[in-house]
């Protein structure tokens, strides 16, 4: 896999842990400076983010498995590598 898409992915990994850390941060602490409905409104953001940078590496691997399906079925007798 290309060294860009696998810094990609690591990045969208990253990103849904800091935003479900926020999240979690925003149910706990909120209540002692946000009105109950802005801590429901951030909470639900912050882990709709997390579940989208969740979803985004493996829609990532999958089209990449899907675009080199042909390549892989070609490469694998490993005795003939150049």
Do not use: C, H
Request: hydrophobic share 45%; proline share 6%; no cysteine.
């Amino acid at each position: 896999m290309d060294p860009k898409i696998k810094k990609r992915i690591t990045m969208f990994y990253i990103g849904g842990v800091i935003n479900a850390l926020l999240g979690l941060y925003v149910l706990i602490e909120g209540a002692s400076f946000l009105p109950p409905g802005s801590i429901r409104s951030l909470v639900i953001i912050f882990f709709l983010f997390a579940a989208a940078d969740f979803y985004f590496p493996y829609a990532i691997k999958k089209k990449w498995q899907e675009e080199n399906a042909g390549k892989q079925e070609q490469n694998t007798d490993p005795a003939q590598r150049t």
